[in-house]
């Protein structure tokens, strides 16, 4: 079974940065061949899109209000997907939760049923 594992959260002041990283723990797993994408929910929240990548790298997108700010990655010899962050603010603490999905269309969605698995998230806080 995939597992996703997400690392780079913590505190960051306000205007900061954090980068985000997410690896999968099964050996037969490759970002390569999936479409991945970073969701956030915070406490009270839905989860809400942030950024997606597709399988080859080439193509990403972002929620409009994110992306000034955020930049996805993938770097495939590293099996790895991340998700920069910049000029943190007040309202983006949340878990913040990497997902792949299956390499259907040759774009990335921004629909969580769209992706199959999920890691366990990883906090990001903002202080002010």
Not at 11 to 18: I, M, N
């Amino acid at each position: 079974q995939v597992q996703l594992v997400e690392s780079g959260g913590g505190l960051v002041q306000a205007g900061g940065s954090l980068r985000l990283s997410c690896a999968a723990s099964s050996g037969t797993f490759s970002v390569s061949n999936y479409h991945m994408a970073w969701f956030r929910q915070a406490p009270g929240k839905e989860r809400e899109f942030v950024a997606a990548i597709n399988c080859n790298g080439g193509t990403s997108i972002y929620a409009e209000s994110l992306k000034a700010r955020f930049t996805i990655s993938k770097n495939n010899d590293g099996d790895m997907v991340d998700l920069q962050s910049n000029r943190l603010k007040p309202e983006d603490p949340a878990v913040y939760y990497c997902a792949a999905g299956a390499a259907i269309t040759s774009a990335p969605d921004k629909r969580p049923e769209s992706y199959l698995y999920w890691g366990q998230g990883t906090q990001v806080t903002v202080s002010s």
